[in-house]
Nanobody, 122 residues
Framework: VQLQASGGGSVQAGGSLRLSCAAS????????MEWYRQAPGKQRELVAT???????NYAESVKGRFTISRDNAKNTVYLRMNSLRPEDTAVYYC?????????????????WGNGTLVTVSS
C-alpha cells in the first residue's frame, strides 16, 4: 500500500488543521490505519487509530481535540485537529496495517506514508 499524507502547516495555539492520508494499491488488505507523530528529540508516538470496522482510539493527550475519520470511497483517512497546542508540534505520519494471505498463511505488513509537519505557535 502506498500512502500520501498532506495537510500540515503552521497555526497559532487554539487553531485547527485537517490532515489527509490517501491510500492506493492493495487497500482491501488494510485492517487499520493510524496517525503517529514525532516531535523533535522525541520518539514517535501513536496519536489515533481507526479500524476497518470503524472503531477508533486516541492517545490521552489528544482525546476530545482530535478526530480520526475515513472516506472509504476515496480511500482516505483524515485527522481533524482542533484546539491545537504548541506541544502538538511534530511531524505527523500515517500508517496502514494490512493482513493478507500467502499459501493460506497470514502475512501482516505495515506501510508508512510521508510525514507532514504541523507547527503550533503560542
Amino acid at each position: 500500500v502506498q500512502l500520501q499524507a498532506s495537510g500540515g502547516g503552521s497555526v497559532q495555539a487554539g487553531g485547527s488543521l485537517r490532515l489527509s492520508c490517501a491510500a492506493s494499491g492493495n487497500v482491501a488488505s488494510i485492517r487499520a490505519m493510524e496517525w503517529y507523530r514525532q516531535a523533535p528529540g522525541k520518539q514517535r508516538e501513536l496519536v489515533a487509530t481507526i479500524t476497518s470496522g470503524g472503531n477508533t482510539n486516541y492517545a490521552e493527550s489528544v482525546k476530545g481535540r482530535f478526530t480520526i475519520s475515513r472516506d472509504n470511497a476515496k480511500n482516505t483517512v483524515y485527522l481533524r485537529m482542533n484546539s491545537l497546542r504548541p506541544e502538538d508540534t511534530a511531524v505527523y505520519y500515517c500508517a496502514a496495517d494490512q493482513l493478507s494471505f500467502s499459501d493460506s498463511a497470514p502475512v501482516a505488513r505495515r506501510d508508512w506514508g510521508n510525514g507532514t509537519l504541523v507547527t503550533v505557535s503560542s
